[in-house]
């Protein structure tokens, strides 16, 4: 049974990575995720001992970030550039 508080973390960040290296394959679906449930992890720790539903919670917020950064640089890429201003003489 885990006992100290660094052994929790030592298999948290296990876990983590292997939930990296299984949907390493699937980078599209993941993304955002495993940066976030990393984060959330250590929070939900510090926090008060719930280092799971921080990773779970961090994971849903860190794909919806990623998403929507890839949704706002698409945005910007379909935008035609302003055309340039030209001063009157």
Same mark, same amino acid.
């Given at each position: 049974?885990?006992?100290?508080?660094?052994?929790?973390?030592?298999?948290?960040?296990?876990?983590?990575?292997?939930?990296?290296?299984?949907?390493?394959?699937?980078?599209? +679906?993941?993304?955002?995720?495993?940066?976030?449930?990393?984060?959330?992890?250590?929070?939900?720790?510090? &926090?008060?001992?719930?280092?799971?539903?921080?990773?779970?919670?961090?994971?849903?917020?860190?794909?919806?970030?990623?998403?929507?950064?890839?949704?706002? +640089?698409?945005?910007? +890429?379909? +935008?035609? &550039? *302003?055309?340039?201003?030209?001063? *009157?003489?």
């Amino acid at each position: 049974m885990l006992r100290t508080p660094t052994v929790k973390v030592k298999a948290i960040a296990a876990s983590l990575l292997g939930v990296a290296l299984l949907v390493g394959s699937h980078t599209t +679906q993941a993304k955002g995720c495993i940066k976030g449930a990393a984060v959330g992890a250590l929070a939900g720790h510090v &926090a008060g001992h719930h280092a799971v539903v921080g990773a779970a919670a961090g994971c849903a917020i860190g794909h919806h970030m990623a998403k929507k950064k890839e949704r706002e +640089q698409r945005h910007e +890429q379909s +935008q035609p &550039a *302003p055309a340039p201003r030209t001063v *009157p003489s």
